[in-house]
């Protein structure tokens, strides 16, 4: 807000290059005056007027400035904030009593207000009339579930303290730094329509995003180093940096050392099945192989055949284990990998299993029973007695 003097001339400065960080950022032309919200202190019964008779830019503060050639725009009263809705009840638009030409010898102002009423009223006009009657925005899927909407519907957005219907145009999984459940509005259409509502403004920016103009662009590198050296930035994050931290350390110390004691469990209890279960079936086949002996079976072929059993079952039982263990994988790491917020990561996790580490350790779990059935075939081979396991088998 600007104070003006009570009469007279005077020139109002806005520093549009604060709104957006200058010198970090600066405002992308072309730019429009959106609606002028005036603050009176008017005596009840007296008036005043507010004429706006030309507008000029300059870089800086302490530069020259340009005047600039633009025609009246369209004005519309607009009920302020506090005033409940309607038209402004102590304004008017003045016509031009000066013809085509000002006292001076100049263009028409490019606005000419009248106001009264008591103290403290306010008076607000925007230009292009009261704007778009909703704003569109982009919403995501678990925002349009919250929210029990579709695509094409309108729902309610609270800006700047004031509800603003938001017209769903598209639906997204996620939003960059936003997560799962969020909108963005266009904000234009939003700062037009809040402005025709007595001159709000949209809520200040929190977070910037600088785009780079190819993957060597030096700018947003260079932009992020001046932020860090200054003290009011509290968090600057790169692309690049962001996508190497996620590739380098995927998972923190916790989750990594509980992965890892699980595997190593698994590993451990499924060799140990694996063994129990051939030198259990060893056993059993040995009472059936001491018949076939007797009935003039070859020991070889009994003992290829033992073997050959134990690789079947051990094989159908490592590939089942290792496509449920990628399976499990695939799905718990997305769930315990999370920004510092808390939040899940956008993009999200690509899971990578590595082929070759993970068909290595397979293999190292089988080793264990297939080794067992070999070598319980071999003994069972060379120290077999076929007599006695008959009579073993006519006892039972």
């Known amino acids: 807000m600007v104070r003006l003097p009570d009469s007279g001339d005077a020139t109002a400065a806005f520093n549009v290059g604060s709104l957006v960080d200058a010198p970090v950022g600066s405002a992308a032309p072309p730019l429009s005056i959106a609606g002028v919200l005036v603050s009176h202190n008017t005596s009840p019964g007296n008036a005043g007027q507010l004429a706006v008779r030309g507008i000029s830019v300059a870089r800086d503060g302490s530069g020259p400035a340009v005047p600039l050639r633009v025609t009246a725009p369209a004005w519309t009263l607009s009920a302020p904030a506090r005033s409940g809705g309607g038209a402004s009840p102590n304004g008017i638009l003045l016509p031009d009593d000066q013809g085509h030409q000002d006292a001076s010898g100049g263009a028409p102002p490019l606005l000419r207000l009248g106001y009264n009423g008591g103290a403290g009223s306010e008076v607000a006009v925007t230009t292009g009339g009261a704007g778009a009657a909703d704003v569109p925005g982009i919403a995501t899927h678990a925002y349009l579930d919250a929210v029990d909407a579709k695509v094409g519907d309108v729902v309610p957005v609270t800006l700047a303290g004031t509800s603003v219907p938001v017209r769903i145009t598209a639906a997204v999984g996620s939003l960059p730094t936003a997560g799962d459940a969020a ?194 075939s071999t003994r069972n081979r060379n120290v077999m007695n076929t007599a006695a396991r008959l009579r073993h088998v006519e006892e039972m």
Not at 294 to 302: E, K, S, T, V, Y
């Open 183 to 376: 909108v963005a509005v266009d904000a234009a259409t939003a700062g037009r329509l809040l402005a025709a509502r007595g001159g709000l403004e949209l809520p200040p920016p929190d977070e910037w995003w600088l785009p780079a103009a190819s993957a060597h662009d030096r700018a947003p590198a260079e932009a992020a180093a001046e932020l860090r050296a200054g003290a009011r930035t509290q968090r600057v994050e790169l692309r690049e940096e962001v996508a190497a931290g996620l590739l380098d350390d995927p998972l923190s110390a916790g989750p990594q050392a509980a992965l890892a004691a699980l595997a190593l469990a698994c590993a451990v209890l499924a060799a140990i099945g694996f063994a129990a279960s051939a030198a259990a079936a060893a056993r059993e086949r040995g009472r059936e192989f001491a018949i076939l002996l007797a009935l003039g079976a070859p020991r070889r072929d009994l003992a290829r055949t033992a073997a050959a059993e134990s690789g079947v079952l051990v094989g159908l039982g490592a590939g089942v284990g290792l496509a449920l263990g990628a399976a499990i994988v695939h799905l718990v790491v997305p769930l315990v990998v999370l920004t510092p917020a808390a939040r899940r990561p956008v993009p999200e996790v690509l899971v990578d299993l590595p082929a070759g580490e993970t068909l290595l350790l397979t293999a190292a779990i089988a080793a264990v029973p297939l080794l067992s059935a070999v070598l319980g």
